[in-house]
């Protein structure tokens, strides 16, 4: 069992620049790959990155390459999700999830945890 906790949402303007974790319990940390994804009002769940358990291999959707940088720490369970450039569309609650998976790590089925999410809000 993985509990996680997200953490540093908050209001942003348009341009700017978030940093939000996901502290996850258990002795296993590094087994999993670690995803976020989000969800905006209104709109399905998607997919935004992922980061295998060693750290060595990253996935991030179109939408935010470039901008968003996802990392971990193992020794501290805790995976990170750097936001920069923020657009107001980018409005949703951010959830991280775990997933013990050889596949692409991007899609939801993959994933058995997930934390309760937390707002990110963009003004523009």
Known sequence: QVHLVESGGGLVQAGGSLR???????????SYVMGWFRQAPGKEREFVAAIRGSGGSTYYADSVK?????SRDNAKNTVYLQMNSLKP???AV??????RTYGSAQLEYEYDYWGQGTQ???SS
């Open 20 to 30: 939000v974790s996901c502290g996850a319990s258990g002795r296993t940390f590094s």
């Open 120 to 122: 990110v809000t963009v």
């Open 66 to 70: 470039g901008r968003f940088t996802i």
């Open 94 to 99: 951010y959830y991280c999830a775990a997933a």
């Open 89 to 91: 569309e980018e409005t």
